[in-house]
């Protein structure tokens, strides 16, 4: 007989110490046999059950849980390969190993048993050192077995503590895009004649565009576009807080100084606002971020445009017979170059004509074979969708944009300004309103 070692290995012990309360179940026909193998089973820190049949193991084996099975092949009824079939068509929570007991040596008896299930077999009269290495080997197997277990049971507990942090960030954000959009507190603005409609698109949750607008006096107002680099929550908060420059209390609007002659507040040119704009986000605001404006100073009384554009794109106007033209000549974004010089350019605007200003997100939408939409699609939607209005314009534009990149959601945040200029028909003086005893946007 060979000697075989059947103590357990320094390497193996703390693995096979991870199977608490090891069960077996010996199935055989013959009393002694089963006797023999329960005896050294119970010397090897097992439980052991014993069933005369196979038909009466699979009772067992129905309510019971057993780490070790060793069962005799031939039996009357159902025998040991017919048993090891309907054991592993059982739906179990844990592996049990298998081991046949037979007689049969050939080859096709072995590939027989292994393809219905069986992990091992053992030929009879079982010796002993061998049946103990065996076992040994199966229960290395089934400690990894219990181990992968545990480790996907804690991987999926840990899902679920980041699925459920997901879904309390992804609440949110819902909530700051509400409190984004909010920021836009009107869509739509009437000047006694001029019209001004507003598009804010975010290409996630949150984005860091911003349009909007603020009195300059009775008869001007400023019209801006911002577009804050990257996406997210950090380029919301910083678009955030620079679209909040251009609104609230006058005192603090960054487009507006007050003249200490009069007292009045008057506009500051919008070439030395982009200037002002360039500062503090180089001095003030410690972000690695950049953006681009377009800012507008329009006489409502006479069509007078005064614009800045800061590396946004080409504002556009499409003039009453349906003519499109793009205007500026680009000029340096904000918060990249200390003492970037900026420059004011002039346009006139005539009953009937339209003015829009945009972000990058609508010219560089891309279709689906990358070709992006450009200022040529955006000069033919506005001659294609030259008989909408207002927001009924906005929203075909978006949908547009959808049907141009084949998807629902932008790869990244669009929005627009769009003034649609008329004859100034003076409207009714609203009552002022104050804030800590300056007078704020109505």
């Given at each position: 007989m060979i000697d075989v070692d059947t103590s357990v290995t320094p390497q193996d012990a703390p693995l096979i110490a991870t199977i608490r309360a090891k069960q077996a179940l010996v199935v055989d026909d013959s009393a002694a046999q089963r006797l023999v193998?329960?005896?050294?089973?119970?010397?090897?820190?097992?439980?052991?059950?014993?069933?005369?049949?196979?038909?009466?193991?699979?009772?067992?084996?129905?309510?019971?849980?057993?780490?070790?099975?060793?069962?005799?092949?031939?039996?009357?009824?159902?025998?040991?390969?017919?048993?090891?079939?309907?054991?592993?068509?059982?739906?179990?929570?844990?592996?049990?190993?298998?081991?046949?007991?037979?007689?049969?040596?050939?080859?096709?008896?072995?590939?027989?048993?292994?393809?219905?299930?069986?992990?091992?077999?053992?030929?009879?009269?079982?010796?002993?050192?061998?049946?103990?290495?065996?076992?040994?080997?199966?229960?290395?197997?089934?400690?990894?077995?219990?181990?992968?277990?545990?480790?996907?049971?804690?991987?999926?507990?840990?899902?679920?503590?980041?699925?459920?942090?997901?879904?309390?960030?992804?609440r949110d954000l819902m909530e700051a895009r509400k409190l984004q959009q909010s920021l836009i507190r009107d869509r739509f603005h009437d000047f006694g004649g001029s019209q001004l409609s507003l598009l804010l698109h975010s290409s996630g949750h949150v984005g860091g565009d911003m349009v909007g607008t603020f009195p300059i006096n009775a008869q001007r107002i400023g019209i801006y576009s911002l577009d804050v680099s990257g996406h997210g929550v950090a380029a919301a908060l910083l678009g955030a807080r620079i679209g909040g420059m251009f609104g609230g209390a006058?005192?603090?609007?960054?487009?507006?100084?007050?003249?200490?002659m009069t007292g009045q507040m008057e506009a500051v040119a919008p070439h030395d606002v982009a200037a002002r704009m360039n500062t503090l986000m180089l001095q003030e605001i410690d972000t690695e971020a950049y953006l681009t404006v377009a800012y507008a100073d329009l006489d409502l009384t006479t069509g007078r445009l005064v614009m800045v554009q800061a590396?946004?794109?080409?504002?556009?106007?499409?003039?009453?017979?349906g003519g499109v033209e793009f205007l500026g000549e680009g000029g340096l974004p904000i918060g990249l170059i200390e003492g970037a010089q900026y420059s004011s350019f002039e346009a006139e605007l005539r009953p009937g004509d339209r003015l829009f200003l945009y972000s990058d997100g609508i010219t560089e939408c891309a279709d689906g074979t990358g070709f992006e939409f450009g200022e040529d699609g955006l000069s033919n939607l506005f001659v294609k969708l030259a008989k909408l209005r207002g927001l009924s314009f906005l929203d075909a534009l978006k949908w547009e944009l959808a049907l141009w990149s084949g998807r629902d959601e932008f790869s990244d945040d669009i929005s627009g300004a769009l003034l649609e200029f008329s004859a100034y028909k003076p409207g009714t003086p609203c009552r002022p309103r104050y804030y800590r005893g300056q007078p704020t946007q109505p």
């Open positions: 193998l329960a005896k050294n089973l119970q010397r090897w820190g097992y439980q052991v059950t014993q069933a005369a049949s196979g038909d009466a193991a699979m009772d067992l084996c129905a309510t019971g849980r057993f780490d070790l099975i060793l069962s005799d092949w031939m039996m009357p009824g159902m025998n040991g390969l017919d048993f090891c079939r309907a054991f592993r068509a059982l739906d179990r929570e844990s592996y049990s190993y298998f081991i046949l007991l037979t007689s049969k040596n050939d080859k096709s008896a072995v590939a027989e048993g292994l393809n219905v299930g069986a992990d091992d077999f053992l030929s009879k009269p079982v010796s002993t050192p061998e049946l103990r290495a065996r076992i040994r080997a199966g229960e290395r197997l089934l400690a990894m077995e219990r181990q992968v277990k545990a480790r996907n049971e804690e991987l999926q507990a840990a899902l679920r503590t980041v699925q459920a942090l997901y879904d309390a960030v992804d006058q005192s603090q609007n960054i487009a507006l100084s007050r003249n200490y590396g946004h794109p080409h504002p556009v106007i499409q003039r009453l017979d």
